[in-house]
C-alpha cells in the first residue's frame, strides 16, 4: 500500500450547495466551506472525507455520453510525498508537475487526475 484515501473531490459550480446537498443525503456534517471548498465527514470526524472543488464555467458531466466527462479525483494520503512519487511513477502514473508543499497531481495510466497529499495535522 502506498497511501490511504484522504477524500474524494468533485468539480462544480457551487460548493456550499453541493455540500448541503450531500450532507442531507449521506447524513454527514459540513466540517468546513467557503467559496472555492468544501468538506463534509461522518460525525465522528473520521476519513474519507467528500470534497467539492468550484470550477470556473463548470460544464456538469453528460451521462451516459462522454462528450463531458464524469469529474471527480481521489486524494490520496502518504506519510512522505517524495517517496510516494516514486511509487506511483513505478505503478504507471504520470506527473503533472503541479502541486505545492502539501500536495501533488498525478495523472493515472488512462489519464485521470489524482493526488498526492501530505496534509499539516
Not at 42 to 62: L, S
Not at 85 to 93: I, Q, R, T
Amino acid at each position: 500500500m502506498i497511501g490511504s484515501l484522504e477524500s474524494l473531490v468533485i468539480d462544480c459550480p457551487d460548493t456550499r450547495e453541493l455540500a448541503r446537498f450531500y450532507s442531507k443525503l449521506l447524513g454527514l456534517e459540513i466540517v468546513m466551506y467557503d467559496d472555492d471548498w468544501a468538506e463534509i465527514v461522518a460525525a465522528d470526524g473520521g476519513r474519507p472525507i467528500i470534497a467539492f472543488q468550484q470550477v470556473e464555467a463548470y460544464n456538469p458531466p453528460q451521462w451516459p455520453s462522454q462528450e463531458v466527462p464524469q469529474q471527480m479525483h481521489l486524494d490520496v494520503k502518504v506519510d512522505d510525498l517524495d517517496v510516494g512519487e516514486a511509487a506511483v511513477l513505478e505503478l504507471g502514473a504520470t506527473a503533472t508537475g503541479a502541486g505545492t508543499a502539501t500536495f501533488r497531481v498525478y495523472r493515472d495510466p488512462a489519464g485521470h487526475p489524482f493526488c498526492l497529499v501530505n496534509p499539516a495535522d
